[in-house]
């Protein structure tokens, strides 16, 4: 990622979708940068602003809670990054045009996502809407059409498919051979909720129809 951005202690990210902040402090403190995170969720941001502080990269990352679709910014970020988040937002467009203008013009950016290599079944639609809350999961076509429209070119993609059908597999075998011992530390209603959130990532791309991208490109 910090060769796609090109970062340094003179830029700017903005991190959309940020959750407790993990991405933005590993930004931060490897290069120097200053970084906001929008999420949605206050309690995460709550999290994250207290594990921000403990590490002591307050002066250079911030957050803020809000919505994708109604970011505040223009001209204002060198860079933006977000890791897999625009599958959850129903108005996807909307926010790639919000993202688009709180870039400086030669602004890049980086996008982990979703995508579908081929047409669902509708027991996998279910399933990704209801247990993933994927709501915004198209097909390549479609999302490069809504980043163009949005205003972005340069746009260039690797695929993350097969390292993420690994990876999910990996997580959801790991996490039920330990399921036990979360049991005791969790409580089985939030272990099986987990586990079922698992299991269907893995699934889903097990079946060979769910897809992964890094995506890349600019604003002119």
Partial sequence: MGEELQRDETKSVLDIGSGVGGTARVLAQLSGCRVVGVEVQAELNELADELTQRVGLSDRVHYITGRAE????EHEFDHFISLLVYLHIPNRAQALQK??????PGGRFVI???VLESALRQDERSALEQVV??????????Y?????AAGFSDLQTVSRTDAW?????????AFAAD?????????????????QFYRTVARLFEG?????????GSKP
Wanted: proline share 5%; aromatic share 10%.
């Fill in 70 to 73: 109604d970011l505040p910014f």
């Fill in 99 to 104: 993202a688009c203008r709180a870039l400086k």
């Fill in 112 to 114: 982990e996502d979703f």
């Fill in 133 to 142: 809350s994927g709501t915004s999961v198209t097909d390549w076509p479609t």
């Fill in 144 to 148: 490069r059409a809504e980043l163009e």
């Fill in 165 to 173: 059908r690994r990876w999910t597999r990996d997580r959801y075998r």
């Fill in 179 to 195: 399921a036990d011992r979360q049991k005791a530390v969790f409580g089985p209603e939030l272990v099986a909720s987990r586990a």
């Fill in 208 to 216: 060979g129809r769910l897809g992964g991208l890094r995506i890349t």
